[in-house]
């Protein structure tokens, strides 16, 4: 359970900072060593913050809790570090890939574990890599614990952990020489969600087929009227919405924030400032595996804007629970710098890999935001650093969604036949 790319599959997720996790984290590290240090100011000081992040402030991805009882914790360096420097790379095990190469590895994972990403970029790095065996168990859970429930769905009895035997079972045979049969199991054990039951396979699945949804832009699709549909566009069209720093679209569940899982999310998919693209029922079950691809076609008023996008089911009885997201810092870099992509108006996501079962009757639904706070901090609109931007700022920022015959809009569904 760990990031292969320290930069890219933890500390930001498509250049956005990930504000709820990283922030925790900080605090409950930097409390320890008050702890340690038998510092009851600072570790109070601390504590307070965990319990309630202190999300508000004049800087706010650099609150004062942690300025003020400066304990030695990576936070900072993990604001100020640009991506690629060698801060990123002395601590990313994918650097040291053929130093690792010969370590069998169990690989752990959930389909709403905020490693996730780490996680499966680090097995298929070492499973390509050859070397010793690589085993990888994904189930329905976050990060911990390795339960049959998460957000509001109950998964089984099926989805209740083995993890705890696995690892004593791995650990016995590669340490101690016990359980020779470890290495003869299905290297690759996945959950698959709304099935609810458990596949196996030698290495991870390669796709058997995709299906691209084309968004169907209105000028109206803040008022539901957007569509998802196999058809593209016949005329382009242009869709509109206003981040307002002052109300920042809030996250729900996913992998990012705190509750994790599948939440009904239909209250936010009703906000002016949330574009929603659904497809019609479903007259076949989908069985959707790995990472779905979104392409937009979006432009901004500002230098800089964020794209959080997320993939949810809909209910016949009106429920929206989301199964994967994703988001991408678009423009101008956190240190001011011009991206490669400044240029064009296409911006490209992968969203959370996932294994789920869309059966028929039900609908796809996907909502596109300029914000998911606070998974994520939000973006000021001036390119300006996460560690010196304050509140004053924030600007309003107007994105334009746009799709036409030349340049849809659209998504890439992985599919899998079971």
């Keep these: 359970m760990v990031a292969g790319d320290l930069y890219r599959d933890w500390a930001y997720e498509g250049g956005a900072f990930c504000l709820m996790s990283n922030l925790s984290w900080a605090l409950q590290l930097a409390a320890e060593g008050a702890r340690r240090d038998a510092n009851l100011t600072a570790f109070a000081d601390l504590n307070r913050g965990a319990k309630a992040l202190p999300l508000q402030e004049d800087c706010p991805a650099y609150p004062k809790v942690l300025q003020n009882n400066a304990y030695d914790v990576f936070y900072q360096d993990w604001l100020t570090e640009p991506e690629g420097s060698d801060y990123w790379k002395q601590r990313s095990p994918l650097t040291y890939l053929d130093r690792l190469r010969p370590l069998p590895m169990l690989h752990i994972g959930g389909w709403f574990d905020f490693l996730m990403r780490g996680t499966l970029n680090l097995y298929q790095a070492m499973a390509s890599a050859g070397g010793a065996p690589q085993h990888l168990i994904v189930g329905p859970w976050g990060h911990l614990p390795w339960g049959r429930h998460l957000g509001g769905m109950d998964y089984g009895a099926s989805a209740v952990s083995g993890i705890d035997r696995a690892q004593v079972k791995w650990f016995n045979h590669w340490l101690r020489g016990d359980h020779p049969g470890v290495p003869a199991q299905s290297p690759v054990q996945l959950f698959e969600m709304g099935s609810n039951q458990w596949h196996r396979f030698d290495r991870w699945p390669q796709r058997d087929g995709q299906v691209e949804l084309f968004l169907q832009t209105t000028g109206l699709v803040s008022m539901g009227d957007g569509g998802l549909t196999t058809t593209p566009p016949k005329e382009a069209l242009e869709d509109c919405l206003v981040h307002d720093p002052w109300r920042p679209v809030p996250a729900c569940g996913g992998h990012a924030t705190v509750p994790t899982g599948q939440l009904n999310r239909a209250a936010i998919d009703d906000r002016s400032d949330v574009l929603t693209f659904t497809t019609e029922a479903l007259t076949d079950d989908w069985h959707i595996w790995g990472e779905v691809e979104v392409q937009l076609q979006v432009t901004a008023d500002q230098p800089s804007f964020d794209l959080s996008v997320v993939l949810s089911e809909v209910y016949t009885d009106g429920r929206v629970l989301a199964f994967t997201q994703g988001m991408l810092h678009c423009g101008l ?86």
Aim: some cysteine.
């Design 333 to 418: 870099t956190q240190g001011g710098l011009t991206e490669t992509t400044e240029t064009t108006a296409l911006r490209t996501l992968l969203l959370q890999p996932i294994a789920i079962l869309i059966p028929e009757g039900r609908a796809l639904r996907l909502s596109i935001s300029a914000a998911c706070f606070p998974a994520y901090a939000t973006n000021s609109g001036t390119g300006t650093a996460l560690f010196t931007t304050t509140l004053l700022d924030h600007r309003v920022i107007t994105l334009t969604l746009s799709s036409g015959p030349e340049a849809p809009s659209q998504i890439k569904l992985p599919l899998l036949f079971t």
